[in-house]
């Protein structure tokens, strides 16, 4: 670098490469390939996620906030250790999975009808126990179709049958629902302000709603769909005459089997683009001021990247300061090229050559670093044309 030449500036800021590298891993990977090319280069690592899985990670280590542990159920109703996030300023920060997740149920103990968000109720029990009067909740990734039922029996609340029995656990029990009482819930609610994460813009019940878009990946047969939105139905009806706030078809709400749903209801939380609320948490903005160049990627980019992905959220910020943004992907799906509108100028799957999904995730570390550093290198020699 020459006398009175700028020193390069570069925002590094990827998802996650989802069963192979955290945010923070791709992040790392991806400057050691640029240092490779520009040893002085100014590289600032910004860990990024949209709300899901992965989430809690990316704004800890964007953050340096604590990690902190807590046991709560699982979303069979077992025993679990589940992770939190403290980031101080009284603010936690929660991501779903980490007690009702998907990936913590094995394939065979899947249980769509029983499935329950009671412990993450736990964790935001956990969190007003630290002093929590800000809790960002990050949906996705869910086991659950409970519209959030669970969360507030944690909280709680109590959910009666016809009868005055109080309903067990999961989505199916809701069909009963004919009564919630709210006159128990943790008191300290009234003095959190939720903000949601979400980057799915699914209604809680219908044809595009949290049983019918979702329950299938999560073990649900048609019939099981079916009763689900029936059951979820029935729990917007019980929570409108109990709290007058009808959020049935408000955008996002579907999310996490419904769990956004039961959150808007009764806490009055605050949606946000998942991507857009990591952002502010690890103060992406500020990061791009006098960035020359921006690095992003995940582990499968296509024409949904665009519909709240992390490449496409990252793409808007660097547009803001004007700078290039360079996407790096496990690989490329259809309709990928969309991405060039939004923002990203050049998009490169990291595999070098036919291999197995397999190999390519264990050798993601070494692909991503030497698809950095030949992006660099290209870049570099454009600068100089």
Same mark, same amino acid.
């Given at each position: ?52 899985? *992965? $989430? ?5 280590? +964007?953050?340096?906030? %604590?990690?902190?542990? &807590?046991?709560?159920? @699982? =979303?069979? !109703? ?62 996705? *990734? $869910? ?5 959030? +039922?669970?969360?507030? %029996?944690?909280?709680? &609340?109590?959910?009666? @049958? =016809?009868? !005055? ?70 729990? +917007? ?85 004007? +700078? ?62």
């Amino acid at each position: 670098m020459g006398q009175g030449e700028q020193q390069l500036r570069v925002v590094v800021a990827p998802d996650s490469y989802k069963e192979s590298l955290s945010a923070a891993d791709v992040a790392a990977a991806i400057a050691d390939g640029v240092r490779t090319a520009v040893p002085n280069a100014e590289i600032v690592s910004v860990p990024m996620a949209d709300g899901g899985e *992965g $989430s809690l990670d990316a704004v800890l280590a +964007a953050t340096g906030g %604590q990690r902190r542990l &807590a046991v709560v159920k @699982d =979303a069979n !109703g077992r025993p679990s250790k589940a992770a939190w996030g403290w980031l101080g300023d009284s603010t936690a920060f929660i991501e779903m999975a980490e007690a009702a997740g998907l990936e913590r149920i094995a394939i065979d103990e899947r249980r769509p009808l029983e499935a329950t968000t009671y412990g993450v109720g736990e964790l935001v029990c956990a969190a007003l126990d630290a002093g929590a009067r800000r809790i960002v909740l990050g949906l996705g *990734g $869910s086991a659950t179709t409970d519209g959030g +039922a669970g969360l507030l %029996q944690a909280l709680g &609340a109590h959910l009666f @049958d =016809a009868e !005055g029995g109080e309903l067990p656990p999961g989505g199916a029990a809701l069909l009963r629902l004919a009564r919630i009482d709210t006159q128990m819930l943790d008191p300290r609610l009234a003095n959190v302000r939720f903000e949601i994460a979400v980057d799915v813009d699914n209604p809680l019940c219908g044809e595009r709603g949290a049983a019918a878009i979702f329950g299938p990946q999560k073990g649900a047969s048609q019939a099981d769909v079916e009763l689900l939105d029936r059951a979820l139905a029935q729990f +917007a009806t019980v929570s409108k005459e109990t709290t007058g706030r009808d959020e049935t078809h408000t955008s996002g709400t579907g999310a996490a089997g419904g769990l956004g749903f039961a959150i808007k209801t009764f806490f009055h939380a605050h949606f946000r683009p998942g991507v857009e609320l990591i952002a502010e948490l690890a103060k992406l903005d500020q990061a791009m001021q006098g960035a020359h160049l921006v690095f992003t990627g995940e582990g499968r980019m296509d024409k949904q990247t665009l519909l709240g992905k992390t490449p496409a959220g990252v793409a808007r910020y660097a547009q803001r300061h004007g +700078a290039p943004v360079i996407a790096l992907a496990g690989s490329l799906g259809e309709g990928y090229e969309a991405l060039y509108d939004a923002g990203i100028s050049a998009a490169f799957s990291v595999v070098s050559g036919p291999m197995t999904l397999s190999q390519a995730c264990a050798d993601a570390s070494d692909l991503l670093r030497a698809r950095a550093r030949d992006c660099m290198l290209l870049w570099l020699a454009g600068r100089k044309c």
